[in-house]
């Protein structure tokens, strides 16, 4: 896989962690937000891994 593409994945998984650590800084975190985003997170490193 290309550098460029990891780099995308990278960067992408980056910005779901910060929406992860926003959503949980909330005095009443969206536990359903929370899951999603846990979620996409795992594909991203999964993926990333794969590369």
Request: hydrophobic share 35%; aromatic share 0%; with cysteine.
């Amino acid at each position: 896989m290309n550098t460029s593409h990891l780099d995308a994945l990278r960067t992408k998984h980056a910005g779901l962690e910060a929406k992860l650590r926003q959503e949980q800084a909330r005095p009443a975190p969206d536990e359903t937000m929370v899951q999603q985003l846990k979620r996409q997170k795992l594909k991203l490193k999964e993926e990333i891994a794969a590369c």
